[in-house]
T-cell receptor, first 115, second 114 residues
């Protein structure tokens, strides 16, 4: 199974709502990533988790709060978002973050609209 | 992070080879060259990576210039399914303090004409 799953596929939320995005992989990968992608732009790295610990935060606003409950699951908690946060949120995983580069496997993304 | 330069867009005919160039004149000696692609309405997909030697896999070939300042992704026989944005990315080998960051540039939008 080389699949990364993301739920929900689509999400519409108001600026005062709290919601969460979920990502799951069962490939035994120990590194997981969140990316944000605006329309017609490349994905931008947000967070990297390595062995369930946050290792990179690319200066992401605190209204985005990642969580890695176990090695297979990655959540992104959303609170008080702005309309400009509307984007495709992509999750990825890779075998490890150290040593030779490993390919990243991406999920299909969650299309988020903030109203 | 070292930068890459790719054409904004390229067009190719179905069933013909596709050569997608990438310039990376500021590449360091330890940077790996990665290629990912993103089909419409999908997440990115790993294609291939290399360091110094040319690489082949079931999806594509990667030709790396001797001075490593440029590389070319080769799809041997384009199909309509290969229409995607192709990203050329450089990253150093990950260490305990420098993780495997994949920083995407604008990429090349490659279309295939039937």
């Amino acid at each position: 199974d080389t699949e990364v799953t993301q739920t929900p596929k689509h999400l519409v939320m108001g600026m005062t709502n709290k919601k969460s995005l979920k990502c799951e992989q069962h490939m035994g990968h120990r590194a997981m990533y969140w990316y944000k992608q605006k329309a017609k732009k490349p994905p931008e790295l947000m967070f990297v988790y390595s062995y369930e610990k946050l290792s990179i935060n690319e200066s992401v606003p605190s209204r985005f709060s990642p969580e890695c409950p176990n090695s297979s699951l990655l959540n992104l908690h959303l609170h008080a978002l702005q309309p400009e946060d509307s984007a495709l949120y992509l999750c990825a995983s890779s075998q490890d973050t150290s040593g030779s580069p490993y390919e990243q496997y991406f999920g299909p993304g969650t299309r988020l609209t903030v109203t | 992070d070292a930068k890459t330069t790719q054409p904004n867009s390229m067009e190719s005919n179905e069933e013909e080879p596709v050569h997608l160039p990438c310039n990376h004149s500021t590449i360091s000696g330890t940077d790996y060259i990665h290629w990912y692609r993103q089909l419409p309405s999908q997440g990115p997909e790993y294609v291939i990576h290399g360091l110094t030697s040319n690489v082949n896999n079931r999806m594509a070939s990667l030709a790396i210039a001797e001075d490593r300042k440029s590389s070319t992704l080769i799809l041997h026989r384009a199909t309509l399914r290969d229409a995607a944005v192709y990203y050329c990315i450089l990253s150093p080998p990950a260490t305990e303090t420098s993780y495997d960051k994949v920083i995407f540039g604008p990429g090349t939008s490659s279309s295939v004409i039937p």
